[in-house]
């Protein structure tokens, strides 16, 4: 049997319980506060982030991970003895990092073709951000370690991506005005009224679906707009950041629209949290087939 790895990147929000579980290899994004770079993960934590972004008025930045850093991944992962990595990476249209591990693979193969035949590569793009992709990635872990192929696996990640959907609600504005996700001039409307906005990701879009007065109503909208797309009874995630309160309240509201509870709930780190901010809350799911 092909020794078969899976990886994700830090944007995905796996737990750290579930990367340890499952053996699942996380490539940490490098965070810019000022002029100090984090590794997400590894140097600070979520809880440390969060407390860095309330130490600073500053707005985080992220980087990509280059062509030339996947080269050095491979080789790793080649010399381990790993025969099939498969990579599922961070929304291609929100960073470079997913065409950047495609550009690595020629380049690998140039510079070692010794592992032509020994080594493959995989990569799929997370069409998204946070459990969009990182639910999957750790149903991929799950197949490879009750005895699925490659090609089962690599087949589940391909048909599940483009069904998989997120609604969530922004609470603090001026994170998504000054990282460019939204108009600064919207945000600062949306703060003199209260306004939340609840935002869909799906098919690697970031769009604006609804949009709410007051903190209550957004909750109420981030349900019924998931109970109207997602597919029936099927599994779904909470997303959540800093806050608990608001992901208990999701999860109360959740459940009594469905009837049953959640299988996880995501935490953003850093990558997520920069954009969006300390306080979010949200669902992800299967979008119901047309």
């Known amino acids: 049997?092909?020794?078969?790895?899976?990886?994700?990147?830090?944007?995905?929000?796996?737990?750290?319980?579930?990367?340890?579980?499952?053996?699942?290899?996380?490539?940490?994004?490098?965070?810019?506060?000022?002029?100090?770079?984090?590794l997400s993960r590894v140097e600070v934590s979520n809880k440390e982030f969060f407390e860095l972004m309330a130490q600073n008025d500053e707005i985080p930045k992220t980087s990509q991970i280059t062509p030339f850093q996947f080269v050095e991944i491979y080789l790793e992962q080649a010399k381990q003895g790993v025969q099939d990595l498969i990579l599922v990476l961070i929304n291609s249209k929100g960073s470079a990092t997913y065409d950047n591990s495609v550009k690595a693979i020629d380049m690998f193969y140039d510079e070692y073709p010794e592992y032509k035949d020994k080594f493959s590569i995989h990569s799929i793009d997370g069409m998204g951000y946070c459990s969009l992709y990182g639910a999957p990635v750790v149903q991929a872990a799950k197949m490879r370690d009750a005895g699925a192929t490659v090609k089962e696996i690599v087949d589940y990640l391909t048909d599940i991506m483009p069904r998989r959907e997120v609604f969530f609600g922004i609470y603090e504005l001026k994170y998504a005005a000054k990282s460019g996700r939204i108009p600064s001039a919207a945000a600062f409307v949306g703060r003199v009224v209260n306004l939340k906005p609840v935002m869909r990701i799906f098919d690697r879009e970031i769009k604006t679906a609804a949009k709410c007065i007051g903190e209550k109503n957004l909750l109420k909208k981030i349900v019924e707009l998931t109970k109207e797309e997602m597919e029936p009874n099927s599994p779904y995630e909470l997303i959540y950041a800093k806050d608990t309160q608001c992901l208990e309240?999701?999860?109360?509201?959740?459940?009594?629209?469905?009837?049953?509870?959640?299988?996880?709930?995501?935490?953003?780190?850093?990558?997520?949290?920069?954009?969006?901010?300390?306080?979010?809350?949200?669902?992800?799911?299967?979008?119901k087939k047309d």
């Open 1 to 38: 049997m092909n020794k078969i790895q899976i990886m994700t990147d830090s944007a995905s929000d796996i737990s750290i319980g579930d990367e340890k579980q499952y053996n699942i290899q996380v490539i940490p994004f490098p965070i810019l506060f000022g002029d100090k770079t984090y």
């Open 249 to 287: 309240e999701l999860r109360e509201m959740m459940v009594q629209a469905l009837g049953y509870e959640p299988v996880a709930a995501y935490q953003t780190g850093a990558a997520v949290a920069s954009n969006a901010g300390p306080k979010v809350a949200g669902v992800s799911f299967n979008k």
